[in-house]
């Protein structure tokens, strides 16, 4: 016989700050709060820890949607300019063709 239990998991803890790797023995341990880091480091590091997460769980990530082309309202946007929000026809993409 076999049953399943359904249970509701907590998410993971949001850190509030993020720590300096050290370089020298003896460097002291600096952080800097989340609002301090730009999106594009947030963004790495994040896929980063998502990245870690499954390879500590051993289990291979899903697809994940990527955005429409020039969606620079995501911070995803595969162009690499810095656009988030701007229309499409004033876009620095736009202006590279």
């Known amino acids: 016989m076999k049953s399943k239990i359904e249970v509701e998991l ?11 790797e050290r370089h020298e023995p003896g460097d002291d341990e600096r952080s800097f709060p989340l609002s ?4 594009n480091t947030l963004d790495r590091m994040c ?4 990245d870690a997460v499954f390879n500590k769980a051993g289990k291979q990530q899903p697809p994940r949607d990527m955005p429409k082309p ?3 309202k995501s911070p995803r946007c595969w162009c690499g300019e810095a ?4 229309s499409q026809s004033t876009s620095a993409c736009e202006s590279k063709k």
């Open 83 to 86: 656009n988030y929000g701007a």
């Open 10 to 20: 907590k998410p993971f803890n949001i850190p509030n700050y993020a720590i300096m």
């Open 36 to 39: 301090m880091i730009d999106a």
């Open 47 to 50: 896929d980063a820890f998502r």
């Open 70 to 72: 020039h969606d620079h």
